[in-house]
């Protein structure tokens, strides 16, 4: 890469990395890294309602999550830093070419082509942190947790019906919905097509 464009992604990235720090220092002094007692200048965390706490527990952990993705740019930054200083950025990681100028001018620490990139990302393929157990269940039962399929048979919320089932003592109600289970998840369920025809106008 030619030396003055080196010079602008040089300068672009250590303003960026400015900024980051700036909002991090930001970030620390409204507050993130007080306690929840401090933070709300309560006496006591321990309110009448627990929504309270949920709802201030919640903004604590996006403020934490925020923070965590302002620190990991940060380091990408640095690693993009030092590949100018050792000459070898803008070239892919995978693939060995140059990294297109326009990504670089969105993304001045990205370190894949947009075609690497591409291949990498495959959000079919991701698994969202799921148990690796549920690569092995056997059908149906995985059918709850990575049927994408449009089909309709006997999936995992059936299978969770037939063990409800199972132990039900005739005639007694366990709770409000027995009475209305009867091969359906919901009430609406039971509704024939006849009678939604003739509510029809």
């Excluded at 993130?32 to 006591?44: D, F, K, V």
Aim: hydrophobic share 30%; charged share 35%; aromatic share 10%.
């Amino acid at each position: 890469m030619e030396k003055n464009k080196l010079k602008k992604y040089k300068d672009k990235l250590v303003l960026e990395r400015k900024k980051i720090l700036e909002t991090i220092d930001l970030m620390y002094k409204n507050g993130l890294s007080a306690s929840q007692q401090e933070e709300l200048g309560e006496l006591s965390v321990n309110d009448n309602h627990p929504a309270d706490m949920g709802t201030e527990m919640f903004d604590k952990e996006r403020g934490f999550a925020l923070l965590s993705n302002e620190k990991n740019i940060l380091v990408q930054i640095d690693n993009a830093l030092e590949r100018i200083e050792k000459g070898n950025y803008g070239i892919c990681e995978f693939c060995g070419k140059e990294i297109e100028e326009e990504r670089l001018d969105f993304i001045p620490y990205a370190t894949r082509c947009a075609e690497c990139e591409k291949n990498v990302v495959n959000y079919n393929t991701f698994r969202y942190d799921r148990p690796v157990e549920e690569e092995v269940l056997n059908y149906p039962f995985g059918k709850s947790f990575n049927d994408i399929s449009e089909s309709v048979e006997y999936d995992g919320e059936d299978a969770w019906q037939d063990v409800d089932e199972f132990n039900k003592i005739p005639k007694m109600k366990r709770n409000y919905d027995d009475e209305y289970i009867s091969g359906t998840v919901e009430q609406i369920d039971n509704i024939s097509n006849q009678q939604y025809k003739n509510q029809l106008p």
